[in-house]
Structures are given as structure tokens and as C-alpha cells.
């Protein structure tokens, strides 16, 4: 009788866990509709049925319109949703990385008009908090793109004779090897410099982890999605010879 009191009670807990897991599914499916509804009515009708981008939490939402002409930030700020709508940026590419608990970050490419839009959560691991940016720029305000591993430079365009790699077909190669490796890593830092002098450089925490990892499977995501990061800031770079 003891046994099976015992395995009542193990059900019952189960039960109760699938229970919550589905109650919890449910507010944050809510929530993103919510803000889809805000983006409808507030930004327009072009915004409500478009092209998204939105946080697990969902606290930070990207949503491009039906003519891919402008790019609508929309995040919560102190209970309440606060817009941010990019005009005249066509977004040719999207790259995001937002359904992490840390480490988010955006990037679009606007090919006819020569722009790219970065945004970025800073400090995402920091116990002060977190803070965010966003930049838009034109292709010929970049100088330069670093890829970076545990505080080391691994990729630099243009090469400037201290990084291990200095061309891209190379970096292949190495993203490759570094997915197959048992080697483990915790940081994935990728730095994009601008040819003002008084631009700080745009910094994006592709990764950070206490546990230094290379057989996880969402490593293995941090690390293409910074290799795809890389690869395109590159071909930017590259044209502005």
C-alpha cells in the first residue's frame, strides 16, 4: 500500500507539472498575440499580419511590414509597450537570435539603400541589470568585423596580422571543426568597428555561458547564428574596399 500511495503521489505531481507547463504556453502565446494586436492597431495593418521576430518572454518584438519597407521595435518598458518604427530600411535580411534567456540580439540588411540595423541586449548576465541598443548605419561607416572566442580574436576583416584567421573560407572551416571538436568554449563576441574615431564599436554577446560547453545543441545555434553574423558583416566590409 506504501508503494502505491507513493506512486499516486509521483503521477499527481507529474500531472500537476504538465499542467502548469500548459497554462504557462498559453500566457506567453497570449502575450505574443497581445503585442501583435498593439502592432496592428497602433503601427498599422501592414505590421499585423507581417513578417516577426519576438522574445520567448516575449518582452522585445521585431515586426517588419508587408512591403518590407520599415521595421517596427517594439518592447515593454515598465509594464507598458513601447515602439520604435525604422523607416525607410528594407529589410532584405533578417538575422535574429532572440528566443534565448540571454544573449539576444537582431540584424537586418538593407541592400538597396546600403544600411544595416543592429540592436543588441548588453550585460545580459550582468546581476545590474540589462540595457539594450540599436544602431542603424550605411555600409561605408563600417571599417572592420572581429569574431571572438573566450576573449581571443579568431577572425578579423580586415586582417591586421594578430588574428588566427583572416579570411572567411578559412573561418569556414574553422566554425566546422569547432562544431565536431570536443574543445569547449563559453564566449562568442562578435565586434563591429566604424571608421569614426569617436564610434565605439557595436558589440554583440552571441554567447555567454558559466559552463563552458561544444557537444550542446543550442551551442551549436550560438555558433552559426555568430558565423552567419560574421560572414555577412564581412561581405559589407569587403564591398567597401
Known amino acids: 500500500m506504501g508503494n502505491l500511495g507513493t506512486t499516486i503521489i509521483i503521477i499527481l505531481i507529474l500531472v500537476a507539472l504538465l499542467m502548469l507547463a500548459v497554462i504557462f504556453k498559453h500566457i506567453k502565446s497570449s502575450e505574443k498575440m497581445d503585442m501583435e494586436i498593439f502592432a496592428r492597431k497602433n503601427l498599422g495593418e501592414e505590421f499585423g499580419e507581417s513578417e516577426k521576430y519576438v522574445s520567448h518572454n516575449p518582452r522585445i518584438g521585431f515586426y517588419i511590414d508587408k512591403q518590407r519597407d520599415k521595421i517596427a521595435l517594439i518592447r515593454v518598458k515598465n509594464g507598458e509597450y513601447d515602439p520604435k518604427v525604422i523607416e525607410d530600411f528594407h529589410c532584405d535580411k533578417a ?6 534567456v540571454h544573449d539576444k540580439y537582431f540584424f537586418a540588411e538593407d541592400r538597396v539603400r546600403q544600411k544595416v540595423l543592429m540592436w543588441a ?22 571599417k572592420g568585423v572581429e569574431m571572438i572566442f573566450d576573449g581571443e580574436v ?15 573560407e578559412a573561418l569556414t572551416k574553422y566554425v566546422d571543426e569547432r562544431r565536431e571538436t570536443t574543445l569547449p568554449f563559453s564566449d562568442i563576441i562578435v565586434r563591429v568597428r566604424f571608421n569614426e574615431m569617436d564610434s565605439l564599436a557595436f558589440t554583440f554577446e552571441c554567447m555567454t555561458s558559466e559552463r563552458p560547453s561544444a557537444e550542446n545543441s543550442l551551442t551549436t545555434r550560438h555558433l552559426l547564428s555568430a558565423y552567419e553574423l560574421v560572414k555577412t558583416l564581412s561581405a559589407i566590409v569587403e564591398m567597401g574596399k
Request: charge should be positive; aromatic fraction near 6%.
Open 154 to 168: 579568431v577572425y578579423r576583416k580586415p586582417a591586421e596580422g594578430q588574428e588566427k584567421i583572416s579570411d572567411i
Open 95 to 100: 538575422i535574429e537570435h532572440l528566443e534565448f
Open 121 to 142: 541586449l548588453v550585460n545580459s548576465t550582468a546581476k545590474e541589470g540589462k540595457s539594450m541598443k540599436l544602431k542603424v548605419v550605411h555600409y561605408r561607416d563600417i
